[in-house]
């Protein structure tokens, strides 16, 4: 890949030597969709899934209900 070659070069900038070593870590993360069927290059479902959730989190907040915002992350439904 194109990319694995940018980021096995010796570069001078400690800022950019710290960049791609980063790429470098999650580089088999970012492309496993391609190599494993059934997973979505995109996390449109899974943000869809926790948006209720997150919804209804911030309306308890909002009403003053903190305790039990913090009790409803702890046991979030599915």
């Known amino acids: 890949m194109e990319i694995l070659r940018w ?8 800022e950019l030597r710290g960049f791609t070593a980063k790429v470098n870590y999650i580089i088999d993360y970012w492309f496993s969709f391609l190599a494993m069927s059934g997973i979505e290059p995109t ?3 899974t943000e869809r899934a926790l948006l ?3 919804v209804q989190r911030k309306i308890m907040y909002i009403f003053g209900n903190r305790k039990s915002t913090g009790k409803y992350e702890k046991v979030l439904p599915c």
């Open 7 to 14: 980021v096995g070069r010796p570069y001078e900038s400690v």
């Open 52 to 54: 209720k959730h997150v």
């Open 43 to 45: 996390s449109n479902r």
